[in-house]
């Protein structure tokens, strides 16, 4: 496991499948309703061509795959059903509370979810209250992940050179952008959406799987 200390200044956090556990739930949602409309997906191929990435860069993949549109108002049912379900399942990953409440350095989330969706999976799970206004989405920026924009545009509205970041993803889209950002990545696999994962021979950043082994002398002592 890396050790970081003077040379990290901030954290960044993606919020689904880091913070919280939320991608199982919406690849339920998201098949469920695709279903709806004749398009048949599994979690594999969930997990492979849409993880880390927004809704509209999802839905184009999904209109150029399918050669078809999705019909008016797909997006906003999809992410009603996916509210209703966050409300009474959403958690925190496991352990992150913890590595939360000890940090040492700044952090904040950069997500490609939308404002509201970020905004409601952070007050779901208790976890706002340790960012504040330090939540950024990919609504803010012209290019989402794999483009590096959001973290940069995190690193600026937090003052910190990106050098002297690190950012925690889970997403291959996410690892991309923040070493292109120039900044330290580590990936967290924890995620119920990883299970059994097994970091690819090519794999480029360190992996870890669960919240005890983030670096501990970026963690202030009890």
Known sequence: MPSFSDDIDLVIFDCD???VDSEMLSAEVLITELAGVGIHLDQ????KHFLGRSFPTVARAI??????DL???????????LLKRFQTELRPTDGVVSVLS?????????????PPR??????????????????FTASQVRNGKPAPDLFLFAASQMHVPPDRVLVIED???????GLAAGMKVMR????????GHVPDAEETVTCFDSWSNFPQNLLSSD
Do not use: K, W
Request: charged fraction near 10%.
């Open 118 to 135: 970020a905004q409601n999976s952070l007050q779901v799970t208790g976890l706002a209250q340790f960012f504040g206004p330090n939540v």
């Open 63 to 68: 209109n150029a795959a399918f050669d078809t």
């Open 188 to 195: 967290y696999t924890g995620g119920s959406h990883l299970a």
């Open 71 to 81: 019909p008016e108002g797909f997006e906003a049912r999809y992410r009603s059903a």
């Open 17 to 19: 499948g880091v913070l």
């Open 102 to 114: 000890r940090l040492g350095c700044s952090a904040c989330v950069a997500t490609s979810s939308s």
């Open 44 to 47: 594999p191929y969930i997990r």
């Open 171 to 177: 997403s291959r889209p996410g690892m991309t952008a």
